[in-house]
């Protein structure tokens, strides 16, 4: 397979040759005709925050290795050639069953292995209260348990790499030192934890602020509080939901400037209503609703419930809004997240395995359009729908 398009660090025009799912060259164009064309090439997103989509719930007691592989699918039509399955709040035997899910569908495909290489919790170490909690159903909050962690982690076959919660939980901070001990990565969020708390939590090893600026009160001090802690923290990476729903831009041009790029990580937060049309849906015995501008909301109030959209829909924000250059909205949603979890970094060189998306790119308006996502020897074309 030969690929040209323009590499989206250097801005150089390249021709890739792809053979057995590796980069076998990577130099100027030539005479040849290529088989797929683009105007950028770069590696492709890695999304740590994937709930499902299209009406499937990685929490679902239900969850099937067809459907692990349809949300798989569609991602890589959204430039997604991987990601992280993320269960959140709920009970041990639903959790039990969505990491053992994932587990034997990876264990039994290569192909689904090498896409979903890690696993994240949300929950259900966080915040009870109205507000911090988000959509997590109240009845399964609990506290850290460890033993209940790790029958979870066996269920995974040890791919748990990501867990996020709130540290003023009884028993947290321990916990946290075993994560880190353990290699997993520590996120604070959905939490109402007091600034000491979240300084004595990065102490312990918490090393990133999940959907920064989400999952928190309508209304905080003016200061002190947990928001403007996080984000004073240099040692604190930040995922944020970029999709123009969850975060104004004035908010997330302050986290950019204050983490930078090289700290933060965009996230879809895709939830099981991602990609479905406006209307309202049932979900863990309640009703939420996506509505037209592509928001999802529990009606009748003001908290979001996930996102509706993919990681390329995040990207397309940050470059419309201005506020970082290409090569920094790229490497936000493809590089650093695999950084932060310790996995290989896809790289556009000879040798290299073939993890690339292909995209055009508006430059007035700063839209990214997905042509294909090559994920070893598997060509997927891009997805025209949210």
């Not at 066996?154 to 009884?170: F, M, N, S, Y």
Request: hydrophobic residues 40%.
């Amino acid at each position: 397979m030969r690929i040209r398009a323009r590499h989206y660090a250097t801005q150089e025009p390249v021709e890739i040759v792809v053979d057995g799912g590796r980069i076998t060259s990577v130099g100027p164009p030539t005479g040849a005709p290529p088989d797929e064309t683009a105007d950028w090439v770069a590696p492709s997103w890695f999304d740590i925050q994937v709930n499902g989509c299209h009406g499937i719930s990685f929490n679902a007691d239900t969850l099937t290795k067809a459907e692990i592989r349809r949300v798989a699918d569609v991602c890589r039509g959204h430039g997604t050639g991987g990601f992280c399955p993320t269960l959140i709040t709920g009970s041990a035997a639903a959790l039990t069953h969505g990491f053992s899910t994932l587990a034997r569908a990876c264990d039994q495909d290569a192909d689904l292995a090498r896409t979903i290489p890690a696993f994240h919790l949300e929950g259900p170490y966080i915040a009870a209260e109205d507000g911090p909690r988000g959509a997590h159903p109240r009845e399964h909050v609990r506290p850290p348990d460890w033993d209940e962690f790790r029958r979870w982690q066996d269920a995974a076959g040890g791919r748990i790499r990501l867990v996020t919660l709130a540290p003023e939980q009884e028993g947290a901070l321990p916990f946290i030192e075993r994560l880190a001990t353990a290699g997993v990565v520590v996120s604070i969020g959905h939490t109402a934890a007091t600034p000491p708390l979240i300084r004595d939590a990065i102490t312990a090893g918490a090393r990133l602020s999940t959907h920064l600026g989400n999952g928190a009160h309508a209304t905080l001090p003016r200061h002190p509080n947990y928001i403007w802690e996080q984000l004073a923290d240099d040692e604190l990476w930040a995922s944020v939901i970029a999709d123009g729903h969850h975060l104004p831009p004035a908010v997330l041009k302050c986290i950019l400037r204050l983490k930078t790029p090289s700290r933060t990580v965009l996230i879809s937060d895709a939830s099981s209503l991602a990609g479905l049309a406006p209307g309202r849906y049932p979900i863990w015995g309640a009703e939420f609703e996506v509505r037209p501008e592509g928001k999802v909301v529990l009606p009748g109030t003001g908290f979001l419930a996930g996102a509706a959209v993919f990681l390329d829909a995040c990207v397309s924000h940050v470059l419309k809004l201005g506020l970082v250059g290409l090569q920094d909205a790229v490497e936000m949603a493809s590089v650093r997240p695999r950084e932060l979890l310790g996995l290989p970094v896809p790289r556009i060189d000879a040798v290299a395995d073939a993890d690339l998306v292909l995209f055009d790119c508006d430059s007035h308006t700063g839209g990214v359009h997905i042509r294909a996502t090559l994920s070893g020897e598997r060509l997927h074309g891009g997805s025209d729908g949210p």
